[in-house]
């Protein structure tokens, strides 16, 4: 089969879930004929993603987040109406999408949660097989913990949901935890984590990692590490113009976002502190390092991701980068063991296979029901 991604550029979660698709798909014989990519003006494509995806990335202008001039808290209604003056630009995008279709010829497009994929897809109806995945899809099990009392949050996290998946063939709900699988709608799938990690051997060291997504969280880390000297503090972040290693304090470094480096060190940490993303608290989870938690201010998506990880055993949710509360609660914490995050992990080879076998039954299905041969460009490899 031949797979075409579109990968949304905000946070580098989505992105290293694609990455290790890409690895999934190889392994299996398949094709990757090129990935679009979500850009904003706020982030870069990280040199890790260009090395690592190894398939044609073409950047497009996608919806993105607006923050506060602290870079920290997420602006929803700001980030509503700067997106709806850029309407045009982004039908150039799905333009620009569909010229890619038509030149590669994709028998499956992947949308790891992009807006203009589920757009493109309804809009489109394009001649392939439209498949969505994201932690964000686990909204439909019934066991999902959503943050009470946000009403018009929720509605917004779910209509987001939604768009991204219009007209979806297969929505892949990346889980913590295996769950049972309630309805047809959706699968329940495990979290998509790179060779590299699951290659790393985990140490107990002396340091706490830390990731932000939005590189105004620095003040806060600076704060908690001047007031905690004795605790040792490895920060990543993605700050533009930033120097590749900072050194603003004796017991606290900043370094800039590093596929080899970050999963050595976490390995290697006595814990991870991280905004409340998915992909990064998974992997502290394969490795068996406990997790705190800090939700990006009015990313209620967030709020309910720190929810879940917690009811998964990851660790614990605070409001601030609060390394001292983390320090003190750590030797208390009980969370899941990391072999059963392991066997729930290698669970995917067998899911991807069910994959294809259903993709192809529905190919057969269709030919059967109309009498006709499906086109070339959508018989599989």
Known sequence: MKFLFIVQGEGRGHMTQ???FASLLASQGHELSGVIVGKSPRRRIPDFFNREIKAPIHAVDS???ECDSSSKKILIRKTLWKNSLRLRTFWGSLKKIDQLVQETQPDVILNFYDLLGGFYNFLFRPNAHFWVIGHQYLIHHPEFPFVPNKVVDKALFQINTYLTALGADERLALSFLPKENPAASFRVVPPLLRQEVKKLVPKDGNFYLTYMVNPGYAEEVIHFAKGNPNLKIKA???KK???ETEFPLPNLSFHQVNDQTFPQDMAACKGLVCTAGFESVCEAMYLGKPVMMIPVSGQYEQACNALDAETSGAGIASEMFDFGKFDQAISGLRFHSSAEIRDWNGNWPSIFRQLIEQ???????IGSDTGIEPSPSLQFR
């Not at 993709?359 to 299905?365: D, K, L, P, R, W």
């Open 18 to 20: 694609a990455i290790a």
């Open 241 to 243: 113009d930033a120097a």
């Open 63 to 65: 919806p993105n987040f």
């Open 236 to 238: 990543y972040w993605d």
């Open 359 to 365: 993709a192809e039954s529905q190919e057969t299905s």
